[in-house]
């Protein structure tokens, strides 16, 4: 990599670090050319305090490493990402991201709706929600709509039109939410599985 080191009158870049498995950010810290090459070298990523004035490897007292993934540089050449599998909690003050936040993986508008499915089940309003009046029937009724769903996408796969595809695939995704949901489960379940299974 050609890091430009010598833009900034310090001889510092930033490190964005992020999360390698769940893409959160975990937190920003800088690297001189030393630290750059300790944190290749060592696999733990290695930052150039400002405060302390030295090279400080992350974890080095608490053992909460940062373990090195892979770097990119971005197109100034000025600008590290980090990718990392962090060990413990990133913070100092003990939390898992540097903005206090939870380094759960998300799957965007798929989480919302999952957290959408949880508030209606725990509102119960079976007479203005969907979702309510269908756990209100119980696993077996749920279970038994993702099986009608799953039916449909199939015949639906056999035909031409691409519309109603698309539409029962979305029935068959939001019903199979909701059954995971009443096995106690979320799709970061599912996602643990399939990762374990990578070869």
């Known amino acids: 990599m050609n890091i430009d080191f010598n833009k900034n009158t310090d001889g510092l870049v930033p490190a964005i670090v992020q999360d390698a498995s769940t893409k959160n950010v975990l937190m920003l810290g800088f690297m001189n050319q030393e630290a750059f090459q300790k ?5 733990l990523v290695t930052f ?3 405060t302390k004035n030295r090279l400080w490897t992350k974890g080095e007292e608490s053992g909460n490493v940062l373990n090195l993934v892979d770097m990119k540089l971005d197109c100034d050449n000025d600008t590290l990402l980090v990718y990392v599998i962090p060990k413990g909690p990133t913070c ?3 939390s898992e991201t540097c903005w206090n936040e939870d380094n759960n993986q998300s799957f965007g508008f798929i989480s919302k709706l999952e957290d959408t499915i949880s508030s209606r089940i725990e509102n119960a309003d079976t ?3 969907y979702v309510a009046s269908l756990f209100a029937k119980g696993i077996n009724k749920v ?3 993702v099986g009608e769903e799953a039916v449909e996408v199939v015949i639906e796969a056999k035909d031409n039109n691409d519309d109603l ?3 029962e695939s979305a029935d068959l995704l939001f019903h199979y939410l909701m059954l995971l949901q009443a096995k106690g489960y979320k799709l970061n379940s599912v996602v643990d599985v399939l990762k374990g299974r990578e070869k």
Not at 39 to 43: E, I, P, Q, R
């Open 39 to 43: 944190t290749k070298a060592s696999g």
């Open 48 to 50: 150039f305090s400002r």
């Open 92 to 94: 100092h003050k003990g």
């Open 127 to 129: 007479q203005k929600s």
């Open 143 to 145: 279970a038994q709509k």
């Open 165 to 167: 595809f698309l539409e």
